[in-house]
């Protein structure tokens, strides 16, 4: 096994990473999804999130090596950029969806000096967009964010555009394609639902209104 097939059975394990094709989960945006992704519980793991952050540090030093500072975006990517910051001996910042409504409005808390170099770590990438926000945000507070590593990727090709669009790159520990094979090889899901789970990838649009039909 590699390294992020690793890390993918062991999210499957800890039930991180739902997986159910025949019968879909709901977002917040209304669409039908055959994946739940809840990385918050890596956190009771101690196996689990020292696996995660060392395959963090790995890709940071592969690919952002460097890194002034580790950002991490609130709340679920907090407690892993902690760990990679104390691994690694860097200065950490974290960063609110939006400014505090009191006190100094902060939307950065710790101390981010101008020019540094930033690494950004949130828990998931689905489209990219609410880790692109909080990259914004450090830019904006005269950071330089030079990278975003994650936990997990869906894969989906509208973060491949966002992240793009904006010209920047991110890793993931593991991925939802490696995620997949993962559970077919331990039986976890059919055939079909792989089949199935491939085309939500590529489409989750159109997958999810096939469900609704």
């Known amino acids: 096994m590699t390294y992020s097939q690793r890390v993918a059975k062991a999210l499957l394990d800890i039930h991180a990473v739902t997986l159910s094709p025949d019968q879909p989960f709901t977002w917040a945006s209304g669409l039908k999804s055959p994946i739940y992704t809840d990385n918050r519980l890596t956190i009771s793991y101690p196996e689990v999130r020292q696996?995660?952050?060392?395959?963090?540090?790995?890709?940071?030093?592969?690919?952002?090596?460097?890194?002034?500072v580790i950002a991490g975006t609130?709340?679920?990517?907090?407690?892993?950029?902690?760990?990679?910051?104390?691994?690694?001996?860097?200065?950490?910042i974290y960063v609110r969806t939006k400014p505090k409504d009191h006190g100094q409005g902060k939307?950065?808390?710790?101390?981010?000096?101008?020019?540094?170099?930033?690494v950004v770590i949130d828990d998931l990438i689905?489209?990219?967009?609410?880790?692109?926000?909080?990259?914004?945000?450090?830019?904006?507070?005269?950071?330089?964010v030079i990278g975003v590593v994650s936990v997990f990727t869906y894969d989906l090709p509208a973060a491949e555009q966002n992240f793009m669009a904006n010209g920047l790159k991110y890793y993931s520990?593991?991925?939802?394609?490696?995620?997949?094979?993962?559970?077919?090889?331990?039986?976890?899901?059919?055939?079909?639902?792989l089949k199935s789970l491939q085309e939500w990838r590529k489409d989750p649009l159109s997958w999810s209104k096939e469900q609704a039909s």
Request: charged content about 15%; proline content about 2%.
């Open 51 to 68: 696996a995660i952050f060392n395959g963090m540090v790995e890709q940071i030093k592969l690919h952002f090596s460097a890194a002034d």
């Open 74 to 92: 609130a709340t679920a990517g907090i407690p892993h950029a902690a760990w990679v910051a104390q691994n690694m001996e860097l200065p950490m």
């Open 107 to 118: 939307q950065i808390e710790g101390v981010l000096k101008e020019g540094q170099k930033v």
């Open 126 to 144: 689905s489209t990219g967009g609410s880790v692109l926000n909080a990259v914004r945000a450090v830019n904006n507070a005269g950071g330089k």
């Open 173 to 193: 520990v593991t991925d939802y394609m490696t995620l997949i094979k993962v559970a077919k090889e331990n039986n976890q899901i059919s055939a079909d639902h």
